[in-house]
């Protein structure tokens, strides 16, 4: 069975913190995508990054950086310094792997709700 | 530009009423999808199109219809809903080859649907 985990249902931080929202999943299969999606309170989602099982590198775009650790099965995100507009609904996602019919259905976790105050 | 629009932007029905909810990319990508989206919920896929065919339902019931008249236009037709089915409903497309998964999803900003 395929699963996201995102234990953190909210998180409230104070501007110009750094904050890490935590991703576990489960998958039996070599191959596979996974996401990360920011929800802001306009409803729309928008991509942030997708990595491909077999890429363990780390990346940082700006002030956000991924940690993708296989051994854990985690993917983790880290905002640093965070800002006011940061404030968002953050979900982060598994693609089954290719060639197996796959629909194109992302598997979700539940959702880490941020709050960044002032 | 990866923007998908999608119209209207807020909706209110009655449960005999029949709307269409509307979505349209530019990207050339040949994926699109219907999500649906309650209040502190992950979406849920409901539909897949890949090249303008119908490729997955999420056993969603007949009082959603589904129609992809091209690549760019994805539509979703709606009759005698109940109050159950008021939610955020997602329009979302993506390059689409065998391996759809592989790709990510660019959604549009929704329609916000109250069925009353």
């Known amino acids: 069975a395929q699963k996201v985990t995102q234990a953190q249902t909210e998180i409230s931080v104070v501007e110009k913190e750094d904050v890490t929202l935590d991703c576990v999943y489960e998958t039996r299969d070599t191959t596979y995508y996974l996401f990360w999606y920011k929800q802001p309170p306009s409803g729309e989602l928008v991509f942030l990054i997708r990595?491909?099982?077999?890429?363990?590198q780390n990346e940082i775009s700006g002030r956000y950086s991924w940690n993708f650790q296989k051994s854990t099965s985690s993917f983790n995100f880290t905002i640093t310094a965070s800002q006011v507009v940061d404030s968002a609904v953050y979900f982060c996602?598994?693609?089954?792997?290719?060639?197996?019919?796959?629909?194109?259905?992302?598997?979700f976790g539940q959702g880490t709700t941020l709050q960044v105050k002032p | 530009d990866t923007e998908v629009t999608q119209t209207p932007k807020h909706l209110v029905m009655g449960m005999t009423n029949k709307k269409s909810l509307k979505c349209e990319q530019h990207m050339g990508h040949r994926a699109m999808y219907w999500y649906k989206q309650k209040a502190k919920k992950p979406p849920e896929l409901m539909f897949v199109?890949?090249?303008?065919?119908?490729?997955i339902n999420e056993s969603v019931p007949s009082r959603f219809s589904p129609e992809c008249p091209n690549s760019s236009l994805l539509n979703l037709h709606l009759h005698a809903l109940q109050p159950e089915d008021s939610a955020l409903y997602l329009c979302a497309s993506s390059q689409g080859t065998i391996s759809l998964g592989a790709y990510e999803q660019y959604f549009g900003p929704g329609t916000r649907l109250t069925v009353t």
């Open positions: 996602a598994l693609s089954p792997p290719l060639g197996s019919g796959n629909t194109g259905k992302l598997i």
């Open positions: 990595r491909n099982s077999f890429d363990e």
């Open positions: 199109y890949s090249y303008e065919k119908l490729s």
